[in-house]
């Protein structure tokens, strides 16, 4: 009878038991693996933004520097290799800058522009810029 006993005591609660420690060990596999499926998909996106962002600033300064080049050629064709103060007229302005001043190879002072609201101290300084230019044989 003992014998008969230990079959139907290992069905009754020894394979419910084992049935849950095995349902709980697959439910945390399948668990783990949709978390891990989810991360990968996170990194896999947040890879690309980040490379799809850094390649997009890199086209940004790439575009600047072009531009930055273009304009120092027109700069260089319209005030060095000849004088067109259309040009400069058209192109030199500045929110930034209060004045700006060009000098010739030998110092003389080609083009001054100066803002309407430019301080007198840009004029003076501008002045005395002008005056030191004169006085050097070769501006570079």
Do not use: C
């Not at 499926?37 to 600033?57: P, Y």
């Amino acid at each position: 009878m003992a014998e008969e006993a230990a079959p139907r005591l290992w069905l009754r609660i020894g394979a419910p038991i084992f049935a849950l420690v095995l349902g709980s060990l697959l439910g945390a596999v399948v668990i783990s693996w949709n978390f891990a499926t989810q991360q990968d998909a996170a990194f896999v996106a947040k890879s690309r933004q980040l490379v799809d962002a850094a390649l997009r600033g890199r086209l940004q300064a790439l575009s600047s520097t072009a531009m930055d080049y273009a304009f120092w050629n027109d700069a260089h064709a319209n005030i060095v290799a000849g004088w067109n103060p259309e040009w400069i007229e058209a192109n030199y302005y500045s929110s930034a800058a209060d004045g700006i001043l060009i000098f010739t190879e030998d110092g003389a002072q080609r083009y001054a522009w100066f803002s309407d609201g430019a301080p007198p101290q840009v004029r003076a300084a501008a002045a005395t810029l002008i005056r030191g230019a004169g006085s050097r044989a070769a501006l570079r």
